[in-house]
């Protein structure tokens, strides 16, 4: 096996493969639970593959088959993106000389084209890997989908996964190892107006979500552990002159201490029943997505095993929380990182970008774990 140096100069020469499949990809919209272009795309290029499949939440999974025929590890990343336009429709993407630009380029079309180039890779420079590798290109991970397309796949696959690495875009040196808890509320405030209600008399919806937000900026926020509530979007109105019937509340809630998250919840959800009644609206709070804390420590061999690839490669390693795909591995038991492949700019914007040169050392860095991943078999599969 090559060492990551030399992996890193051999895939250079390789270029056009990860290219092709990253415009070919990235020209297919998949906004969150309408991916099959994509999905229908990865099946062909997987089809010599073992085990290949798409399964009742549109995931698809391939075997490459390894030397030991009872290790397994998972590649996964998320086939969706945000920024999309419809399925039926095609998105532009340009190719530079130094980077690939377009619509969720970023997150996470390019995790899924290392994902859709990896048997191929392997095939040119002859690498067989002791483990079974199990590729996954899983659907419905944002929004209020949750991570439905992974959380289905890990109930219902029936092999056990021993280690998981998953794909995403951005940024290289990433190396999640653990996951916060994590609480996402969307808060909606409704006031009732007659038809004919003059401006003076009208009941203002943002009025009474100013005072739902003053509240949950009164809740005690310990510093340690790591504990935040991020306000993300707030709406309300449609004109200049009109007092508006509908507030809408995003946040977010993030802790690295077990049940926190939960007990803040519940703190919101009673300040909103409160507020609710005393000002005779209609408020409501629904919780699009739930994480549990947890993880593997920063001295598990396979946190150190990987932190030893990036450090040959000369990738500065950025460890901290995760609170996405890698929280789904973590519920199921599974040893996993999140990796970052490269770096990029203009985040979600239609001309988000990615640079192409850091990627080949993003690349390596993921065979790189790969095969030190065969050396922990003894560890990871006991």
Same mark, same amino acid.
């Given at each position: 096996?090559p060492t990551p140096i030399e992996l890193r100069q051999l895939l250079q020469s390789h270029q056009e493969l990860l290219l092709a499949n990253a415009l070919m990809l990235g020209e297919f919209p998949a906004p ?60 532009? %993407? ?15 079309? %390019?995790?899924?084209?290392?994902l859709a180039t990896l048997p191929d890779l392997l095939e040119r420079l002859k690498i067989q890997p002791e483990a079974n590798l199990i590729l996954l290109a899983h659907t419905k991970s944002q929004n209020a ?88 979007s707030l709406r309300a109105g449609k004109t200049f002159n009109r007092p508006p019937e509908v507030a809408r509340l995003k946040l977010e809630i993030r802790s690295e201490e077990p049940g926190k998250a939960r ?66 591995? %973590? ?52």
């Amino acid at each position: 096996m090559p060492t990551p140096i030399e992996l890193r100069q051999l895939l250079q020469s390789h270029q056009e493969l990860l290219l092709a499949n990253a415009l070919m990809l990235g020209e297919f919209p998949a906004p969150s639970g309408d991916e099959e272009n994509r999905i229908n795309f990865l099946a062909e290029r997987f089809a010599s593959l073992q085990d290949v499949s798409i399964d009742e939440q549109g995931n698809l999974q391939a075997i490459i088959p390894g030397k030991n025929p009872n290790y397994n590890v998972l590649i996964a990343a998320h086939a969706d993106t945000p920024l999309t336009l419809k399925a039926n429709e095609r998105l532009t %993407i340009n190719c530079g000389p130094e980077g690939l630009t377009g619509p969720g380029m970023a997150d996470n079309t %390019i995790g899924l084209a290392a994902l859709a180039t990896l048997p191929d890779l392997l095939e040119r420079l002859k690498i067989q890997p002791e483990a079974n590798l199990i590729l996954l290109a899983h659907t419905k991970s944002q929004n209020a989908n949750d991570l439905a397309g992974l959380r289905f796949f890990l109930e219902n696959f029936q092999r056990p996964i021993h280690a998981g690495l998953v794909l995403e875009g951005i940024t290289l040196g990433r190396l999640n190892h653990s996951c916060l808890g994590m609480v996402q509320a969307d808060l909606l405030c409704r006031v009732r107006q007659e038809p004919g209600t003059s401006w003076e008399a009208a009941e203002n919806a943002m009025i009474i979500m100013h005072r739902i937000i003053r509240r949950i900026l009164e809740i005690p926020i310990p510093q340690e552990p790591r504990t935040s509530v991020i306000l993300g979007s707030l709406r309300a109105g449609k004109t200049f002159n009109r007092p508006p019937e509908v507030a809408r509340l995003k946040l977010e809630i993030r802790s690295e201490e077990p049940g926190k998250a939960r007990e803040i919840r519940y703190q919101i959800s009673d300040i909103l029943e409160e507020i609710s009644a005393q000002t005779a609206s209609d408020c409501s709070i629904t919780f699009p997505a739930l994480r549990k804390p947890g993880g593997i420590p920063f001295n598990h061999p396979l946190v150190a095993a990987a932190r030893e690839v990036q450090d040959e490669l000369g990738i500065k390693t950025i460890t901290g929380p995760s609170y996405s795909d890698l929280s789904i591995l %973590i519920e199921h038991g599974i040893p996993a990182l999140t990796l970052g492949l490269t770096r990029a700019s203009k985040l979600n914007e239609s001309d988000e970008t990615v640079a192409l040169e850091p990627l080949f050392t993003g690349l390596a860095q993921v065979l790189g774990i790969l095969e030190r991943i065969d050396q922990l078999e003894p560890e990871l599969h006991a």
